[in-house]
């Protein structure tokens, strides 16, 4: 679920992590190592946790911002288009006026008794009114669109505030998800090869990959759910960058806006709007090309490959690859 655009920044780490991360620390050289590597895990696994939670409003905001950039844009060129219409306006009336004054600059009694040919004049005299009226329907026309300039001015300030707004609210985001995946690195750090290859054999499956029964074996719901499911495999290995959108590296929302848009099928960019992205059905009926969705926030997100498991992109570390569809709490699969 991250969003794919720039490198991230660095925040504080509250203060619950923090205490965990002390704890890690201060295991007692008698305590049980495995105890102790448990603990890490799940101090890890917690921050990658609230890392994912903060992308998704980090997602929220960036794609709010795009939406108001292209409003900024789309009203500029509507304001240039608009004054280039009064600028023309204004040149037609001022043709208009000065026509006028030089037709009409005597009285117009005096110019009919002094008219060699009084019918000639009453002609163009008929023709100037015409005129005239047209210039007051072109004068009115002018104010009009000086009005609907103004508005428009006023709606671009409007948004260009609202996108600074939300430019800021990005970078707010941005910090609380580096500050997590920092402290996750560092606690990572801490561990030893092989308890490292441990948490990364079992971290979100939670080792239980070979215990699963497999779920009966299905065929996609269509043929671009087998063909989202053909791209995500294409990924399997692929390394986990949060933000990105493939095709060298994926975050979990960004490999599945990535494989489905192999399959021709346009995904929101949230894992949270993903899981509401088609119709949802019972775990028992998931088919390949289902999105399968987690945590009550659906904060994470694969593809359902068929026979029990799902293809997505882990954590900061890890690579896309295959894991129980059952991995964590709170499933929902929903079929696009």
């Known amino acids: 679920m991250a969003s794919h655009r720039r490198p991230v920044r660095v925040t504080v780490l509250t203060a619950a992590a923090a205490t965990a991360a002390a704890t890690l620390g201060a295991v007692p050289a008698s305590a049980d190592p ?36 292209r409003t900024v844009s789309q009203a500029q060129d509507s304001l240039a288009r608009g004054q280039e219409r009064i600028n023309h306006m204004r040149g037609a009336l001022g043709s208009v006026a000065g026509a006028q004054y030089r037709s009409g600059g005597i009285d117009p009694a005096l110019a009919l008794l002094l008219s060699s040919d009084p019918d000639t004049y009453l002609d163009r005299a008929s023709a100037l009114d015409r005129i005239t009226a047209r210039q007051g329907a072109a004068l009115g026309e002018l104010r009009r669109e000086q009005r609907r300039l103004s508005q428009k001015r006023s709606e671009a300030r409007t948004a260009l505030v609202e996108l600074e707004r939300s430019r800021a609210e990005v970078a707010r985001h941005k910090r609380v ?82 494989s489905y848009g192999k399959a021709g099928i346009s995904l929101p ?43 997505h992109a882990p954590y900061p570390g890890a690579r896309v690859r295959y894991d129980p569809v059952n991995m964590m709490s709170h499933v929902t699969v929903t079929r696009v």
């Not at 390949?288 to 068929?306: M, N």
Request: one cysteine or more; hydrophobic letters at 40%.
């Open 177 to 258: 998800v580096e500050g997590k995946l920092a402290e996750a690195r560092r606690v990572l750090a801490g561990l030893t090869a092989e308890e490292r290859a441990d948490f990364d054999r079992a971290s979100r499956s939670g080792g239980r990959a070979e215990e699963l029964p497999p779920m009966p074996e299905a065929a996609p719901g269509s043929s671009r759910a087998a063909a989202a499911v053909i791209a995500a495999r294409s990924a399997v290995g692929k390394p986990y960058v949060w933000g990105a959108t493939g095709p060298s590296a994926f975050d979990c929302s960004g490999l599945m806006v990535w």
């Open 34 to 69: 495995g105890a102790g590597s448990a603990a890490t895990r799940a101090t890890v696994d917690r921050l990658f946790e609230e890392a994912e939670k903060a992308t998704e409003g980090y997602n929220r905001a960036d794609e709010k911002a795009d939406a108001l950039r």
């Open 269 to 311: 960019r949230t894992s949270s709007a993903q899981r509401y992205a088609g119709r949802q059905v019972p775990l028992s009926q998931a088919q390949p090309g289902d999105l399968v969705t987690y945590r009550g926030d659906a904060s994470h997100v694969g593809i359902y490959a068929g026979n029990g498991q799902v293809i």
